[in-house]
């Protein structure tokens, strides 16, 4: 099925049926997989089939809409509903960090609850439930789009307008980890589009190369010029002076700022801070968790010891030492200290007069 589909299009649905982008496959196969139920979604998130905290939400959420629309159910209104509130727990359970899992889980569940307060039959609700889901993944695009726009418009003022910017970014952010455009990727994309971007540098990403072996791709396929760097190489980079600004992707921002990404951020962001180079992070409101007040409270999930000990993230031959003992967490905290903005679709949030974001303030504005 794969030659029907863009290669940059991480997420096929049409009414009742979901292929997913085997991303591991990725860059030198194109595979899709396709996803019948909740139970398919859970594993090819955990399994990192799909990754990125946009396209982690839709997918849950789409993998248990192709399940509903075909599954013959017996029950009322509210036992659909209750139905769907055990998945949707159950989904959230695959990537615990990502906050844009938990947060699309709450709304569909309280939307489905809701449905059931009048809906006559279960189809009724899982109607209900299927036209959100399917929403999600237009107005993922959108958003993707004011993020690119807004971002690429910060960015050059805060850099006074400069015709050439050269830009470094971690991890994947782009349209493989998002419904499409990207986040990060998508303020790249948006400065090539405006003619300023002299060069993209991206990150391998270790352990499991997201940057080497995702963004590369995607940078490569759009025609972007770029340069693909070692993830320790990037201080020295800073150093000579060849990156204008960082901006990378978020899985849950804290209310203060702290924001949880792919490990090796924070180093980054110290870096970064050490050179005088300014470092934003892009993401949709959804990423942000203002039920936590600082990134303390972020949950960090640890992956499987085989990603550092095998070759290709986990997936190739053993190439650490025997018995050696792994710490290998997913994300670190980069706080909010060290971020110069935060990029959404509704706007950049910038600090106040001390080195505090009013994350809380800028959300109720922006609701307005």
């Given at each position: ?41 859970w594993?090819?998130i955990r ?25 013959d ?26 906050v ?46 004011a ?45 090539h ?93 959804t990423?942000?968790?203002?039920s ?32 050696i ?44």
């Open positions: 099925m794969a030659e029907n589909f863009s290669p940059l299009q991480s997420i096929c649905y049409e009414h009742g049926a979901l292929r997913l982008l085997d991303q591991r496959k990725l860059p030198l196969e194109i595979v899709y997989l396709d996803i019948k139920n909740a139970a398919d979604g594993n090819a399994d990192m089939v799909v990754r990125g905290a946009p396209a982690i939400a839709i997918s849950a959420a789409l993998s248990l809409a192709v399940e509903v629309f075909h599954l159910f017996t029950g009322t209104s509210s036992d659909a509903a209750s139905f769907l509130t055990d998945k949707l727990e159950y989904l959230v359970s695959s990537r615990p960090t990502a844009n899992l938990s947060d699309a889980a709450t709304k569909l569940r309280n939307l489905a609850l809701k449905a059931a307060e009048t809906a006559t039959e279960a189809k009724i609700v899982f109607q209900a439930y299927i036209d959100a889901a399917e929403r999600m993944l237009i107005d993922d695009v959108n958003s993707n789009k993020i690119g726009f807004n971002g690429a418009i910060g960015i050059q003022e805060k850099l006074n307008d400069s015709k050439r910017i050269s830009v470094l970014t971690h991890c994947n952010t782009g349209s493989l980890a998002t419904a499409g455009y990207g986040t990060a990727l998508g303020v790249i994309r948006t400065l589009a405006r003619g300023i971007l002299e060069m993209a540098f991206c990150t391998e990403t270790r352990p499991f190369n997201q940057g080497s072996r995702l963004t590369a791709f995607e940078l490569v396929h759009d025609k972007i010029p770029a340069k693909l760097i070692a993830d320790s190489a990037a201080a020295s980079l800073m150093k000579a002076r060849q990156v204008s600004a960082v901006i990378v992707g978020a899985d849950r921002i804290a209310a203060n700022g702290d924001t949880a990404n792919k490990i090796g951020t924070y180093s980054l962001a110290l870096s970064a801070f050490h050179h005088g180079v300014p470092f934003y992070v892009a993401a949709p409101v990423s942000i968790d203002l936590l007040a600082s990134g303390d409270q972020i949950v960090i999930e640890e992956r499987s010891p085989k990603e550092l000990l095998c070759a290709d993230g986990g997936l190739g031959k053993q190439i650490a030492a025997p018995g003992d792994v710490w290998n967490p997913a994300f670190d905290v980069t706080p909010a200290n060290l971020i110069t903005a935060i990029v959404t679709e509704k706007g950049v949030i910038t600090k106040i007069l001390t080195d505090d974001f009013d994350i809380k303030r800028f959300i109720e504005k922006a609701a307005d």
